[in-house]
């Protein structure tokens, strides 16, 4: 190929979102303005595209020789100026068959998607890259969030690289490492004691006071956009087929219900048919909200009290997105199990042992949970499951 046609397959990085829409009830917003929650019902907003034009000139053979991130799929994000797209690399994830890891575990095929390969080690850039790229071209000037760790390196990543202002809360029990990360990328980093939730107590006070812009879990439209593209990734990485299963550490769930939303895209597009993986939910014991509602038949997740798990990225005691999550695993077929913080250390060596990946304990989760789900009769022995490591263990070292 030449480097002129190499030029014509990038994509002109004019996203066609045409609005806002409420997750709940429907309602439409405009999309070029910088919005939070749905006004109607506080709930999340996803960005809407005019999938019909996008399916008259785009196809999965002008996507072969694009870039090798997240970007490739620009015209299905919404970024409009390519003077705004940050890029460090993100998203093109590899997607590694390990067939000892599926014999140790009694499966067909198990493929592990590595988001540890990310920038800052974890899928966590997918959603900041796009979140802060997004809000850069809107005009904020600062923004903010709380996080359990990796949002918080991936947010001051990003910022950095747009010459913006971070704000990063964690709770002080965040492991060293990614305190340091967030500190050498030079954002403004609090500690408290308490969870997550406790940091977007005072994250939300920065917002009223001093006119950060909130880049919290589905509390904005866009980093779910950049946690899509992994749904439309393992696609493409497996021939535009998708696996029986997919297994997922679930705090926020933003990668679960983006993948959902990418699948429901890539069918209107005509790119794949209406079969779908069925999506597991895999949590802490310690702190289960999603699990408690799925096996209650619930629609919205109560709060967990005492939330206690050494996994800090499901250390999550309430989703916005809950509904989200109990909708994609119910529509799907799926399940939520949980694992407990032993199965989770032993897995992290069983997969180090089996594939070469030193994975974070939530990527450990994944692995830890087939068992159970083979014995509950939700998982098959003749499946192909795509197991989510969603960062790197050495995030984890102290």
Known sequence: ?????????????????????????????????????????????????????????????????????????????????????????????????????????????????????????????????????????????????????????????????????????????????????IRGLGADLELLDGLITDCGARVAEGVRAEGWFDLSTLKEPYRVEGKKTMGYEVAEQLGWRLPDAIVYPTGGGTGLVGMWKAFDEMERLGWIGSRRPKMFAVQAVGCAPIVRAWEKGQEFAEPWEGANTYAAGIRVPRAIGDFLILRAIRESGGAAATVTDDEMVDWTKRVGALTGLFCAPEGAATAAVVPHLLRSGALSPGDEVVLFNTGSGLKYVR
């Open 1 to 181: 190929m030449s480097d002129v046609e190499a030029l014509r397959s990038e994509p002109a990085l004019t996203g066609a979102a045409t609005h806002l829409e409420c997750t709940l009830c429907g309602s439409r917003y405009p999309s070029e303005e910088l919005s939070t929650v749905s006004p109607c019902c506080s709930r999340p907003l996803y960005a809407r595209y005019d999938l019909e034009r996008i399916r008259s000139v785009l196809s999965p053979a002008d996507l072969v020789h694009r870039s090798a991130d997240l970007w490739r799929y620009a015209e299905l994000l919404p970024v409009r100026d390519p003077a705004h797209a940050i890029r460090l690399g993100e998203g093109w994830t590899p997607l590694l068959d390990t067939p000892r890891l599926a014999d140790a575990l009694g499966v067909s095929r198990v493929w592990v998607k590595d988001e540890g390969q990310n920038p800052t080690a974890s899928f966590k850039a997918r959603g900041l890259c796009m979140a802060v790229s997004r809000a850069h071209e809107l005009d904020a000037s600062a923004v903010a969030l709380p996080s359990a760790g990796n949002a918080g390196g991936a947010a001051a990543a990003y910022a950095a690289a747009a010459g913006i202002e971070a704000h990063v809360v964690v709770p002080r029990d965040t492991p060293p490492p990614i305190l340091e990360e």
